[in-house]
């Protein structure tokens, strides 16, 4: 089993920057990638970005580009996403992921809200 924490989560103004953490305990040396997701209200959660546990490839949505970077800190089991360029359609409740193998996201964390005003 694995264990998901998020934190960072937070209101900022359009054009502000949050950096959301999750932080994973347990069985961590299983996983094959840790991601991002979000979902905004009376919509369907949405993937954001992604990083392979071992390596360091990454993954974004098209409407995150450029603007977010998904990192991880190996020593602190650790998976940040840094936001950059905010928008008010980034206001979600984001939502941290693991997945043992390609494709199949194993865990989740609690959630984080997110909220940009304009």
């Known amino acids: 089993q694995v264990q998901l924490v998020e934190s960072g989560g937070g209101l900022v103004q359009a054009g502000g920057s949050l950096r959301l953490s999750c932080a994973a305990s347990?069985?961590?040396?299983?996983?094959?990638?840790m991601g991002w997701f979000r979902q905004a209200p009376g919509k369907e959660r949405e993937f954001v970005a992604a990083?392979?546990?071992?390596?360091?490839?990454?993954y974004y949505a098209d409407s995150v580009k450029g603007r977010f970077t998904i990192s991880r800190d190996n020593a602190k089991n650790t998976v940040y996403l840094q936001m950059n360029s905010l928008k008010p359609e980034d206001t979600a409740v984001y939502y941290c992921?693991?997945?043992?193998?390609?494709?199949?996201?194993?865990?989740w964390g609690q959630g984080t809200q997110v909220t940009v005003s304009s």
């Open positions: 992921a693991a997945a043992k193998i390609a494709a199949t996201w194993d865990y």
């Open positions: 347990g069985r961590t040396f299983s996983l094959y990638a």
């Open positions: 990083i392979r546990w071992s390596s360091d490839s990454t």
